[in-house]
């Protein structure tokens, strides 16, 4: 039994080698609804244990009713490679103690193998949008068979500009198919409009969202003058503090690259990771983390999904995440399992403004911190608004006669640039009647 549910007994030795004993909260609210059919959209936070409550119903049902003779039956749909790699790995798990097979397509791999890996029928697809609908296209992919979809971090998707792909994806499988959409957040305006076109009559279930509290994350801010400063800043940091393992965050792949070679001359263990990377490196760079030959890693939030990375306790914002969302999968990188972790985000004046956003948006304040010794110039505005920003000083507005002051000052300001002379009969006659000025003939 598994979250009072009689699960086949090797999905339950499944469990048990992950050491799994216990359903999380979104566990026990999707795995009974799941099980009765129902189409769901659910929103969890990050960590929360969402790949197990969609894939333990799916492979239930899969060996319940076996179909050796059907297409591909259920369908997982991710917004990243990493992403895809993670989930593809714990449905491989279960399908290794089982009669089960599951396959990957994601970008960056070899088209060939991936459809020779279809042609063989595995009933679990784990797949990006992009590389899924490449192989729709050539036709070496088949969904009219799918029975089980889902969409994982869907909201993700929508923010990457995939609605075409996923409109595409769900226009080719089944109509007759039971669909899961899971996203962090209920906000982004074009989940309504995804659910009412892929779900039907969908049962809504809501756990922990990114506005609530991360109770086992520490998230502290530390005022920064500018990059220079940003640097030594990170250098103690990584020196001082306690961690297993831990991610730097920056917004762009150029400063990805800077970092890593600044700090390879402070430490060892640093690896980097961004999206212009292939896919050889980036499983190379991920092994390396798994078995603790990095134990830092610099990345763009190419890393903030599905960073599938064990004793990861430390995440440190060197540039501030652009929005809200970002920020919280960020930091869910640490923090898993009931486990603590500190986030540290090292903000600029620049970000200010930023961060008092990303404050509001979860609802709670980010604990002031400073470093003795490394104190900068920058203190924070002097004056904020109600929201937390900084609060500007407005020019007031000029008034009539100080505006007509002005005006006749500027007439005084300079002589007017004196014409030259003419002789009386051209004056006023400068121009023929076609407004250009009559040709002077030589003398």
């Not at 399908?95 to 960056?108: E, K, N, R, V």
């Not at 998230?219 to 800043?233: E, G, S, V, W, Y």
Request: glycine share 8%; proline share 3%; with cysteine.
């Amino acid at each position: 039994m598994f979250a009072n549910i009689e699960f086949n007994q090797r999905l339950l030795a499944g469990l048990e080698k992950l050491e799994i004993t216990e359903p999380t909260e979104v566990q026990s609210l999707m795995l009974p609804l799941a099980m009765a059919g129902r189409d769901l959209q659910v929103c969890a936070e990050t960590g929360s244990g969402k790949t197990l409550a969609y894939l333990l119903p799916i492979l239930e049902k899969l060996l319940a009713q076996p179909a050796p003779n059907s297409a591909t039956r259920a369908l997982i749909l991710v917004p990243t490679r990493e992403l895809a790699r993670q989930v593809f790995k714990t449905a491989k798990h279960f399908c290794d103690l089982t009669s089960l097979d599951a396959g990957l397509l994601t970008g960056g791999d070899d088209f060939k193998y991936q459809a020779a890996m279809l042609r063989k029928n595995p009933e679990i697809i784990v797949s990006t949008t992009g590389r899924l609908v490449d192989h729709l296209k050539r036709g070496t992919a088949e969904l009219g068979d799918l029975e089980y979809l889902v969409l994982d971090e869907a909201d993700r998707m929508l923010d990457m500009g995939f609605a075409d792909d996923m409109n595409m994806i769900v226009s080719r499988s089944s109509a007759a198919r039971q669909t899961l959409m899971l996203s962090a957040t209920l906000r982004h305006e074009g989940l309504g409009r995804i659910a009412a076109a892929m779900l039907n009559d969908p049962e809504q279930i809501t756990t922990h969202t990114v506005k609530d509290q991360h109770q086992y994350i520490r998230q502290q801010r530390i005022l920064a003058d500018d990059n220079a400063h940003k640097d030594r800043l990170l250098v103690w940091l990584l020196a001082n503090e306690s961690y297993d393992k831990a991610v730097i965050f920056v917004n762009k792949r150029d400063e990805v690259e800077r970092l890593n070679e600044f700090l390879r001359k402070h430490r060892n263990g640093i690896a980097l990771l961004h999206g212009e990377m292939t896919q050889d490196e980036r499983n190379y760079v991920m092994q390396s983390l798994r078995e603790g030959k990095r134990n830092i890693l610099v990345a763009t939030d190419v890393a903030a999904r599905g960073l599938d990375v064990e004793g990861m306790d430390l995440v440190i914002n060197y540039d501030l995440a652009r929005k809200g969302d970002e920020y919280v999968h960020r930091i869910g990188r640490t923090g898993r399992a009931g486990k603590a972790g500190l986030a540290i985000s090292l903000i600029a004046p620049n970000e200010w403004n930023l961060k008092a956003s990303i404050e509001r948006y979860l609802d709670q304040q980010m604990s002031a911190r400073k470093i003795d010794g490394l104190e900068g110039t920058y203190k924070g505005p002097k004056k904020v608004k109600a929201s937390g920003k900084a609060a500007g000083t407005k020019k007031k507005p000029k008034s009539r006669a100080s505006a007509a002051k002005g005006r006749s000052v500027k007439k005084k300001a300079g002589p007017r640039p004196s014409r030259p002379k003419e002789k009386a009969e051209n004056r006023g006659n400068l121009m023929d009647s076609e407004g250009f000025a009559p040709i002077k003939k030589k003398k």
